[in-house]
C-alpha cells in the first residue's frame, strides 16, 4: 500500500517560514520525481516545485527564490521550505509521486497539509 504523509504545515505570519515533510512508503522512492502542488479555495490545484531522483528542482515562478525543494532518498522523503511567505502562498500543500521516464506505474498524492499566512 503507497503512502505519502505530509507535515510541517500551520499558522504563520506573513514573512514567516515553514517546513513541509511528505515521507513516503510502499514505492521505491528513486524511481520517482517528488513534487509539492498547493490548492487554494476555490482555486485549480497548481505546481509548487518538483525534484527529480538525482536532486534537480523545478519552480513555479511565484515561489522562486522563496522556496526550495530537496529530497532524501535514504530516508524516503521529499521536503519543502518555505521562506518569507505570502497571505497568497495559503493553501493546502499536495505532495506528489510521479514515476520518472521509463519506470511503470501511476501518480500518488498525500493527503495535504494546510498552510494558511495571516498576521
Known amino acids: 500500500q503507497v503512502q505519502l504523509v505530509e507535515s510541517g504545515g500551520g499558522l504563520v505570519q506573513p514573512g514567516g517560514s515553514l517546513r513541509l515533510s511528505c515521507a513516503a512508503s510502499?514505492?521505491?522512492?528513486?524511481?520517482?520525481?517528488m513534487g509539492w502542488y498547493r490548492q487554494a479555495p476555490g482555486k485549480q490545484r497548481e505546481l509548487v516545485a518538483t525534484?527529480?531522483?538525482?536532486?534537480?528542482?523545478n519552480y513555479a515562478d511565484s515561489v522562486k527564490g522563496r522556496f526550495t525543494i530537496s529530497r532524501d532518498n535514504a530516508k524516503d522523503t521529499v521536503y519543502l521550505q518555505t521562506n518569507s511567505l505570502k497571505p497568497e502562498d495559503t493553501a493546502v500543500y499536495y505532495c506528489?509521486?510521479?514515476?520518472?521516464?521509463?519506470?511503470?506505474?501511476?501518480?500518488?498524492w498525500g493527503q495535504g497539509t494546510q498552510v494558511t499566512v495571516s498576521s
Open positions: 506528489n509521486a510521479r514515476p520518472q521516464a521509463g519506470i511503470m506505474g501511476k501518480d500518488y
Open positions: 525534484i527529480t531522483s538525482g536532486g534537480s528542482p
Open positions: 510502499g514505492i521505491i522512492f528513486r524511481f520517482y520525481v
